[in-house]
């Protein structure tokens, strides 16, 4: 199934720089950008993230499998260098083919979970 | 009122493991797609369920009725399967008449209740 | 300003029954569409509500003057008659000019508040 | 990259009076439009407010500067007027060039955060 958007953005970023679970992957902080691709290929996608302060970083490259999804962690990418926590960004989302993105957000600073979802916007 | 979209995408998808409202069914974690069908015949609804590292289950299918809402809990599908807790998934709705799929989450593992919602992507 | 669409859908609703805050209209749970209308002149709006097991009800009538938003407090409907709480709903908006409708949701039924919000869906 | 649209509408808008976080910028209650210049020239973006009972105030005026992200907090907005606390209010967002707009709001009255986000309606 060809679904999707090739181009997406998520203008709110924001990691939460600590956690009351940090050993527990589940329940940390974190931020994710989830990703489907319902076809039929692999789909290679180029992450550019933008800061209020200094020069966009990236491409940071991901593949998504066919028929697969991935629920990306924005803190646990990496190359060419790890998103600072408590820092504000956005991030722009480039596929090699059509793919869905919804952004999410746990945020366990405090003894209570808080979550926060929406579609991204695409064009 | 013929009102909606066919194809509907809820690219982020986890029904949390836990919950401490194990015997109440409005707050124990749930993940709802919450469908409308305005429409003055029945729909019949396919649902496909992608994962991180295996291939997609379904279809699930169900009937919204005409002039009714169905806010359908994932973790209540069992027909071809249960979808596993604290798994990473996405789901594709394709539907026989336009409807509107809303997404929400709730989650109670912590003593304090979390809420998230999105409509869902469509084309 | 002309912004906005005429037709607008929530898929999710549901009043939580509960709240610790009963009598702090701020805290207490509500359900909320928040409806802007940037143009002069006044918008009138019929609302639609379909439910799960019975026949929608409404239309329910709201005016939104020019240059105005109005957050409206589904759980303040009362005519034709009150939005049963606890229960699954779904609202239909349709509006005599452009507007934009927004999604809320306060939960205060735990001692710490849950909340969550969607651009409603519009064509 | 040129991204986005220059017509943005956030129709939920709500800053919280209290926080039990008064003096941690990150924690205390707020309300965020985040935006996204992704292009390579300087955005001039205009906001209009839109209240209940009250004529709209504006415009407020901010730039993005060309490949940055601002995270505006509606909070801190104070010419022509800081935007009232525990008020209902609407936004509107006028650009020079195409941008994104993401809707945040992070409530810390309780002793618990609560968090909501959406992609803002756009056209």
């Known amino acids: 199934m060809n ?5 997406w953005v998520i203008a ?3 990691i939460p720089g600590g956690s009351l679970h940090p ?3 589940r329940l940390m902080s974190h931020e994710t950008a989830c990703i489907l691709n319902a076809g039929d290929e692999d789909v290679e996608i180029s992450i550019f993230v933008y800061f209020s302060d200094s020069e966009p970083a990236g491409p940071y490259r991901v593949t998504v499998p ?17 998103i600072p926590r408590d820092t504000d960004y956005a991030s722009v989302f ?3 083919a059509p793919v869905v993105v919804q952004h999410t957000r746990l ?5 209570a ?11």
Do not use: Q, W
Request: proline share 6%; hydrophobic share 30%.
């Open 107 to 111: 945020d366990s600073r405090d003894p």
């Open 12 to 14: 709110e970023g924001y």
């Open 66 to 82: 066919a028929r697969r999804t991935k629920h990306l962690r924005m803190n646990e990418l990496d190359d060419p260098a790890p």
């Open 23 to 25: 050993d527990d992957r």
């Open 94 to 96: 480039v596929a090699s």
């Open 3 to 7: 679904v999707g958007r090739r181009l």
């Open 113 to 123: 979970l808080a979550l926060m979802t929406t579609t991204a916007y695409s064009e």
